[in-house]
């Protein structure tokens, strides 16, 4: 069974930085695709960045600011988030796929989700 839980969230002001955690349980495969979304309110679910064996995706507007890594060992997926802006309030969900390739930012391709973790920038 896959479980995924997001930590890691917080509130913070303009310029400063954090960092989300997933725990990922039951994801064995090692092409597995993990992804970060985001959902602001009102908004969609937002593709932010990938990562797999076929490298990492970041979308437009956080290319250059966030980082999207994997420790392997412990199954934790990373999303280092610096230079956050006001605009980068959603809350942030941790979501995982056996295959995502071209399409990472699409949310309909990601099988598991986690419950989200809240950032806040003002």
């Known amino acids: 069974q896959v479980q995924l839980v997001e930590s890691g969230g917080g509130s913070v002001r303009p310029g400063e930085s954090l960092r989300l955690s997933c725990t990922a349980s039951?994801?064995?495969?090692?092409?597995?695709?993990m992804a970060w979304f985001r959902q602001a309110p009102g908004k969609g679910r937002q593709g932010v960045a990938s990562i797999s064996i076929n490298g990492r995706n970041y979308a437009d507007s956080v290319e250059g600011r966030f980082t999207i890594s994997k420790d392997k060992a412990k199954n934790i997926v990373y999303l280092q988030m610096n230079s956050l802006q006001p605009e980068d309030t959603a809350m942030y969900y941790c979501a995982a796929t056996y295959a995502c390739g071209s399409s990472w930012s699409n949310s309909r391709v990601f099988t598991y989700w986690g419950l989200g973790t809240q950032v806040t920038v003002s």
């Open positions: 039951g994801v064995t495969d090692d092409q597995a695709c």
